[in-house]
Protein backbone atom coordinates (compact mmCIF):
# COMPACT_ATOMS: atom_id res chain seq x y z
CA UNK A 1 0.00 0.00 0.00
CA UNK A 2 0.99 3.58 -0.67
CA UNK A 3 2.25 6.20 1.62
CA UNK A 4 -0.57 8.43 0.43
CA UNK A 5 -3.43 5.73 0.44
CA UNK A 6 -2.57 5.11 3.78
CA UNK A 7 -2.39 9.10 4.70
CA UNK A 8 -6.01 9.38 3.24
CA UNK A 9 -7.09 6.19 5.28
CA UNK A 10 -6.02 7.72 8.56
CA UNK A 11 -7.29 11.73 7.59
CA UNK A 12 -10.65 10.10 7.00
CA UNK A 13 -10.46 8.34 10.44
CA UNK A 14 -9.40 10.81 12.31
CA UNK A 15 -12.47 13.22 10.39
CA UNK A 16 -15.08 10.30 11.54
CA UNK A 17 -13.82 10.12 14.78
CA UNK A 18 -14.11 14.15 15.16
CA UNK A 19 -17.45 13.69 13.84
CA UNK A 20 -18.50 11.31 16.32
CA UNK A 21 -17.39 13.52 18.93
CA UNK A 22 -18.86 16.61 18.20
CA UNK A 23 -22.39 14.79 17.40
CA UNK A 24 -21.70 13.17 20.94
CA UNK A 25 -21.03 16.74 22.61
CA UNK A 26 -24.11 18.17 21.13
CA UNK A 27 -26.60 15.71 22.17
CA UNK A 28 -28.40 17.13 24.95
CA UNK A 29 -27.64 14.86 27.88
CA UNK A 30 -31.60 13.92 28.46
CA UNK A 31 -31.75 13.10 24.81
CA UNK A 32 -28.23 10.91 24.98
CA UNK A 33 -29.81 9.24 28.55
CA UNK A 34 -32.71 8.47 26.72
CA UNK A 35 -34.82 9.39 29.42
CA UNK A 36 -36.68 11.97 27.75
CA UNK A 37 -38.76 12.37 24.52
CA UNK A 38 -37.28 15.39 23.76
CA UNK A 39 -40.36 17.58 23.54
CA UNK A 40 -40.89 20.39 25.77
CA UNK A 41 -44.83 19.25 26.71
CA UNK A 42 -45.99 16.03 27.85
CA UNK A 43 -46.83 14.47 24.10
CA UNK A 44 -49.54 11.74 22.69
CA UNK A 45 -50.32 10.58 19.25
CA UNK A 46 -52.36 7.75 18.12
CA UNK A 47 -53.79 5.55 20.82
CA UNK A 48 -53.92 7.68 24.21
CA UNK A 49 -53.25 4.73 26.56
CA UNK A 50 -49.80 4.44 25.37
CA UNK A 51 -48.90 8.34 25.39
CA UNK A 52 -47.02 8.55 28.15
CA UNK A 53 -44.64 5.96 28.13
CA UNK A 54 -41.99 8.28 26.76
CA UNK A 55 -41.88 11.18 28.69
CA UNK A 56 -39.51 12.95 30.68
CA UNK A 57 -38.23 12.52 33.99
CA UNK A 58 -40.08 14.69 36.83
CA UNK A 59 -38.84 14.60 40.25
CA UNK A 60 -36.31 16.50 42.56
CA UNK A 61 -33.38 17.12 40.43
CA UNK A 62 -35.24 17.04 36.87
CA UNK A 63 -38.44 19.12 35.77
CA UNK A 64 -38.86 19.76 39.22
CA UNK A 65 -40.79 23.27 39.02
CA UNK A 66 -43.07 22.17 35.98
CA UNK A 67 -46.35 22.14 34.76
CA UNK A 68 -45.48 18.28 34.06
CA UNK A 69 -45.21 18.00 37.54
CA UNK A 70 -48.50 20.03 38.42
CA UNK A 71 -50.14 17.32 35.93
CA UNK A 72 -48.32 14.45 38.14
CA UNK A 73 -49.50 16.05 41.45
CA UNK A 74 -52.84 15.67 40.22
CA UNK A 75 -52.32 12.36 39.05
CA UNK A 76 -51.35 11.83 42.56
CA UNK A 77 -53.86 13.25 44.24
CA UNK A 78 -56.71 11.57 42.03
CA UNK A 79 -55.43 7.91 43.74
CA UNK A 80 -54.53 9.17 47.25
CA UNK A 81 -51.05 9.88 47.24
CA UNK A 82 -51.66 13.50 47.77
CA UNK A 83 -54.47 14.41 50.35
CA UNK A 84 -55.47 18.01 48.78
CA UNK A 85 -55.64 19.77 45.67
CA UNK A 86 -52.87 22.25 47.51
CA UNK A 87 -50.21 20.07 47.52
CA UNK A 88 -50.43 20.62 43.73
CA UNK A 89 -48.41 23.35 43.53
CA UNK A 90 -45.95 21.92 40.07
CA UNK A 91 -42.95 22.31 42.54
CA UNK A 92 -41.71 18.17 43.35
CA UNK A 93 -40.30 18.12 46.48
CA UNK A 94 -40.13 15.68 49.31
CA UNK A 95 -43.82 15.58 49.92
CA UNK A 96 -44.34 15.03 46.19
CA UNK A 97 -41.02 11.95 46.17
CA UNK A 98 -42.97 10.21 48.88
CA UNK A 99 -46.06 9.98 47.29
CA UNK A 100 -44.74 9.36 43.86
CA UNK A 101 -42.80 6.04 45.70
CA UNK A 102 -45.79 4.54 47.49
CA UNK A 103 -48.11 5.24 44.05
CA UNK A 104 -45.08 3.32 42.20
CA UNK A 105 -45.26 0.52 45.00
CA UNK A 106 -48.69 0.11 44.38
CA UNK A 107 -49.34 0.79 40.84
CA UNK A 108 -46.07 -0.42 39.13
CA UNK A 109 -45.52 -2.97 41.55
CA UNK A 110 -41.83 -2.09 41.12
CA UNK A 111 -39.26 -3.60 43.56
CA UNK A 112 -37.32 -0.68 44.28
CA UNK A 113 -39.89 2.74 44.09
CA UNK A 114 -37.49 5.28 43.46
CA UNK A 115 -39.75 8.28 43.91
CA UNK A 116 -39.20 9.36 40.56
CA UNK A 117 -41.61 10.02 37.69
CA UNK A 118 -40.16 8.45 34.91
CA UNK A 119 -40.85 6.46 31.36
CA UNK A 120 -41.87 3.24 32.95
CA UNK A 121 -44.19 5.38 35.93
CA UNK A 122 -45.91 7.83 33.40
CA UNK A 123 -46.57 4.48 31.11
CA UNK A 124 -48.42 2.93 34.32
CA UNK A 125 -50.26 6.19 35.00
CA UNK A 126 -51.30 6.51 31.07
CA UNK A 127 -53.21 3.02 31.73
CA UNK A 128 -55.86 4.82 33.65
CA UNK A 129 -56.83 7.18 30.84
CA UNK A 130 -60.45 6.96 29.49
CA UNK A 131 -61.72 8.44 26.00
CA UNK A 132 -64.36 11.15 26.86
CA UNK A 133 -64.99 12.79 23.02
CA UNK A 134 -63.39 14.89 20.41
CA UNK A 135 -60.32 13.71 18.30
CA UNK A 136 -57.38 15.05 16.73
CA UNK A 137 -58.21 13.79 13.38
CA UNK A 138 -61.90 15.76 13.52
CA UNK A 139 -59.96 19.15 14.61
CA UNK A 140 -61.43 18.58 17.81
CA UNK A 141 -59.33 18.68 21.08
CA UNK A 142 -59.15 14.61 22.27
CA UNK A 143 -60.70 14.55 25.66
CA UNK A 144 -59.22 11.93 28.01
CA UNK A 145 -60.27 11.74 31.74
CA UNK A 146 -57.37 10.13 34.51
CA UNK A 147 -59.57 7.65 36.59
CA UNK A 148 -57.84 7.58 39.71
CA UNK A 149 -59.00 5.49 43.18
CA UNK A 150 -60.11 8.79 44.56
CA UNK A 151 -61.46 11.49 42.55
CA UNK A 152 -61.03 11.70 38.19
CA UNK A 153 -59.96 15.02 36.23
CA UNK A 154 -60.47 15.61 32.77
CA UNK A 155 -57.10 16.28 30.38
CA UNK A 156 -57.01 17.55 26.80
CA UNK A 157 -54.78 16.31 24.12
CA UNK A 158 -54.54 19.22 20.96
CA UNK A 159 -54.21 18.70 17.39
CA UNK A 160 -50.41 18.64 18.02
CA UNK A 161 -50.48 16.26 20.72
CA UNK A 162 -49.64 18.66 23.43
CA UNK A 163 -51.84 17.49 26.88
CA UNK A 164 -53.32 20.10 28.64
CA UNK A 165 -55.24 19.53 31.93
CA UNK A 166 -57.74 21.63 33.74
CA UNK A 167 -57.21 23.11 37.20
CA UNK A 168 -60.43 23.46 38.63
CA UNK A 169 -61.69 26.35 37.62
CA UNK A 170 -61.99 26.57 34.19
CA UNK A 171 -58.43 27.10 33.46
CA UNK A 172 -56.37 24.75 31.18
CA UNK A 173 -52.51 24.23 31.06
CA UNK A 174 -50.45 22.59 28.99
CA UNK A 175 -48.25 20.05 30.57
CA UNK A 176 -45.16 21.90 29.96
CA UNK A 177 -41.49 20.44 31.49
CA UNK A 178 -39.77 24.35 31.06
CA UNK A 179 -42.09 26.49 33.03
CA UNK A 180 -44.63 26.72 35.70
CA UNK A 181 -48.21 28.53 35.17
CA UNK A 182 -50.42 26.14 36.51
CA UNK A 183 -52.37 27.46 39.86
CA UNK A 184 -54.86 25.57 41.95
Known amino acids: MSSRSNRVKIAASAVGMLTAATLALSTSPA ?27 TDTTHNTDSN ?14 LTSTTQIDGIFGADTATATANW ?16 NTWGNADNRLSYMS ?7 FLVVAYNGTHHSFTLGRDENGKYRFGDGTGNWWFAGYNYRTCDF
Open 31 to 57: SASGTYSGLAYIYGAGTYTDDWGDEGV
Open 68 to 81: ATCMWQQILWADGY
Open 104 to 119: QRHFTRAASADGSAGK
Open 134 to 140: GSEASGK
